[in-house]
């Protein structure tokens, strides 16, 4: 994808040979900065700390922060360290354990001499994967836009997206936004309903900001706006990412997606989740009681942080100075709800059936 008309992804190897660079997420949308990665530890807090966020981004970050922990100590003591102190930055979504054990089952096979070298090569496999992944969804996804438009000629086709699913959330394409950056690419005509998505705001702050770089025709609008616009025949399709899919397709994504969800089937419009397969729970099928649901800081809800009309970033406080805030980051969205999985080997029902007609071998 594109910042200020230079192809970028989110994460790199630096030209050092011996650290990462990604984009602070955390400095978006006013500022657009990169942040060195050198060791395990900085790996791990641009995880928690949400420097990169998105479930695919997660994991593309936790194998180079294996690769950062084998030059710091590539012994089996310190092999299982930096497994576990990188897994332990985020509960949820499931690509970061997948990348740790992949990382890991790799490694802990072959010789400590050999394990710097080789996590690098497999850090870097994992992140080439990704975009090919996210390509192919959007790919795959394309083709849902397609039959709407042929529906509405000369009319754009709108799509609500919630949080931030697009290219900041994996290593290039995104998700839920895959699709859309295809269709828009291709000279199909869409607009996108980008949700404010609080308490982080990552629809307008991250999702509308990359939009907008990449030149697709988008609206931000408040998280609660969504069902209205579905009532008012504004709304073609839903399109949602995910962090945590279980093998009987129920949904973890951030927080309010189960809402877009209920709206979105009380008023008959097709709901959507562009996943890759990495981020499907294969040992999970009730997303509602087996999914850790992470709760965040109190203080995501209770102050914002925006910039201000003299160009400086402040935080202000939003809320009462006595009142307490609960901030769960995630819901999770029953498959009976779901219209469909976008998925890199093509789109199917959120089902057991459905998921294991396209990943048979991980089914099985």
């Known amino acids: 994808m594109h910042v200020n008309g230079k192809p970028t992804r989110t994460i790199w190897p630096a030209a050092d040979g011996r650290s990462v660079e990604i984009i602070d997420q955390t400095k978006l949308p006013h500022r657009f900065e990169v942040a060195t990665l050198r060791t395990r530890a900085d790996a791990a807090h641009a995880i928690k700390a949400m420097l990169v966020r998105g479930a ?9 922060g294996m690769w950062l922990g084998m030059m710091e100590d590539a012994s089996d003591a310190g092999l299982d ?50 975009v090919v992944l996210n390509s192919a969804i959007g790919d795959n996804g394309v ?29 290039d394409w995104g998700t839920a936004t895959a699709p859309i950056y295809k269709a828009h690419d291709a000279g199909l005509p869409v607009h996108v309903w980008v949700d404010e998505t609080r308490p982080r705001n990552q629809g307008a702050g ?13 609206t931000v609008i408040v998280d609660n706006a969504g069902g209205h616009l579905m009532q008012q025949g504004a709304v073609d399709l839903v399109i949602t990412g995910t962090d945590r899919t279980t093998a009987t397709g129920d949904v973890c994504n951030k927080i309010g997606t189960y809402l877009k969800a209920l709206a979105a089937r009380d008023n ?77 080997r093509g789109v199917c029902h959120a089902s057991a059936d459905g998921l294991a007609s396209l990943f048979p071998e991980k089914a099985a």
């Open 268 to 344: 008959n419009v097709p709901f959507f989740v562009a996943l890759p397969s990495p981020t499907i729970d294969w040992t999970v099928s009730d997303g509602i009681r087996e999914i850790p649901i992470e709760e965040r800081a109190a203080e995501e809800v209770t102050h914002l942080t925006g910039q201000t009309s003299s160009g400086g970033i402040e935080t202000i406080r939003v809320t009462p100075a006595g009142s307490g805030a609960a901030n769960p980051a995630f819901d999770v969205t029953p498959a009976r709800l779901v219209t469909g999985l976008i998925t890199e």
């Open 143 to 171: 083709s849902l836009i397609h039959e709407i438009a042929n529906k509405k000629p000369g009319e754009a086709v709108n799509i609500l997206t919630h949080c931030n699913a697009g290219w900041l959330a994996t290593v």
């Open 56 to 64: 695919p981004l997660i994991g593309a970050t936790a194998a180079y």
């Open 81 to 130: 360290e930096h497994y576990e102190r990188l897994h332990e930055t985020r509960p949820t979504a499931i690509n970061l354990r997948w990348a740790l054990d992949r990382m890991r089952a790799l490694l802990k096979h072959l010789p400590v001499a050999e394990r710097v070298e080789n996590a690098r090569l497999e850090a870097d496999a994992i992140t080439e994967e990704d």
């Open 206 to 218: 991250l999702t509308a900001w990359e939009l907008n770089n990449h030149g697709v025709p988008h």
